[in-house]
């Protein structure tokens, strides 16, 4: 009987990774087995004490009986632990499952959305960029445009031009006067027939020192109004419709 109980003691389910079954299981066999042992003593006092002790089974084969039927009951006993435990291990791992599926997909949610504000705030970021480059461009554009022209001004023929224009989009082609710079007024007038040939419907212009224009500035006098053909007044205009395009 001792040797039946170490072996009991000495038993080990596994399920599934290294999951051992509860001791319940060896404790709950060791209790039948006593308790079968306990009543096959008894039976055996009792048979002895009885008359007739032929027509009873031999103490051999009570024992058996008994052995037997505690076995049974131990390994059904054994078997519904084994399957509770099973199911058990089943419905927490669909439990733990679930939880990490639940999280996994938490987790994803947020880093999509932290992926979508960054991809929002490098488009701003772009954006702004891009509008300050824009500004600092045309900035650098207009300097450097101003700065050719001031160049160009000292050349003669670009006076000419300046005026030239400036008289063609005069309505009125009688009674006109000329105001330029006095450091442009001598050429102008040496140059007077060159610039009247070129400028159709003038038959004269009177031509006068101004001297609050600038070198390279010319106003035109008619009965309609004054034409200002200063080339600082045409960059102040193209720097008013450039920035006006840039706000847009």
Do not use: H, W
């Not at 939880?99 to 960054?118: F, K, L, T």
């Not at 989009?169 to 102008?188: G, M, N, P, W």
Request: aromatic content about 6%; glycine content about 4%.
């Amino acid at each position: 009987m001792r040797y039946l109980s170490r072996i009991i003691k000495s038993a080990k389910v596994s399920l599934g990774k290294d999951m051992d079954l509860d001791n319940t299981v060896v404790v709950k066999t060791e209790e039948i087995v006593v308790k079968k042992s306990q009543e096959i003593q008894e039976a055996k006092q009792k048979n002895e004490s009885e008359s007739g002790i032929s027509k009873i089974k031999s103490q051999e084969e009570i024992e058996a009986m008994y052995i037997e039927e505690a076995r049974k009951k131990s390994e059904l006993f054994f078997n519904t632990e084994m399957q509770r435990a099973y199911d058990e291990g089943i419905e927490n791992a669909k439990i733990e499952a679930n939880n990490i599926i639940e999280n996994a997909n938490y987790e994803v949610d947020r880093i999509i959305s932290e992926a979508m504000q960054i991809k929002e705030n490098i488009s701003l970021d772009y954006k702004n960029t891009m509008e300050s480059m824009e500004k600092d461009i045309v900035d650098l554009v207009l300097e450097i445009s101003k700065k050719v022209i001031e160049k160009e001004i000292e050349k003669p023929d670009f006076i000419l031009g300046l005026v030239e224009d400036a008289l063609d989009k005069a309505t009125s082609k009688k009674d006109t006067i000329l105001k330029v710079s006095e450091e442009d007024y001598q050429f102008i007038i040496q140059n007077k027939e060159k610039l009247l040939l070129n400028i159709e419907g003038f038959g004269d212009v009177e031509i006068l020192k101004e001297a609050s224009l600038e070198k390279g500035s010319c106003l035109v006098e008619t009965k309609f109004g004054i034409i200002d053909g200063s080339i600082k007044t045409r960059m102040q205009q193209i720097e008013q419709e450039v920035y006006k395009i840039l706000n847009r």
